[in-house]
């Protein structure tokens, strides 16, 4: 699975902004699928994540603010991010949790990660 994410940039406080992310490759095999950011000096942390049946997680510092999404028919997930802080600026990286099978029935659970998008918040 190879992940391609976009759409970060520079915003002011208040602003708001649409990460997207696709995926390609064997992407049947998507369960999960999440944004992680990490703040320079910082650890990678959780932002927010989707189920294949739409069911959403969110770190709590974005509640209210972000809304994750997913188009499973174009393996895309969008992170909607609104009411943007000087504290959301970090890289986002895009996470796809995988579990598929082999021919003898055997379990492949893997996690893939894209490439950063960088998103700076000035104040």
């Known amino acids: 699975v190879q992940l391609q994410a976009s759409g970060g940039g520079l915003v002011q406080a208040g602003g708001s902004l649409r990460l997207s992310c696709a995926a390609s490759?064997?992407?049947?095999?998507?369960?999960?699928m999440g944004w992680y950011r990490q703040a320079p000096g910082k650890e990678r942390e959780l932002v927010a994540s989707?189920?294949?049946?739409?069911?959403?997680n969110y770190a709590d510092s974005v509640k209210g603010r972000f809304t994750i999404s997913r188009d499973n028919a174009e393996n895309t997930v969008y992170l909607s991010t609104n009411n943007l802080k000087t504290e959301d600026t970090a890289v986002h990286y895009c996470k796809a949790d995988t579990l598929w099978y082999t021919d003898n029935g055997t379990p492949i659970v893997a996690a893939y990660w894209g490439k950063g998008t960088l998103v700076t918040v000035s104040s």
């Open positions: 490759g064997r992407t049947s095999s998507i369960n999960a």
């Open positions: 989707i189920t294949r049946d739409g069911t959403t």
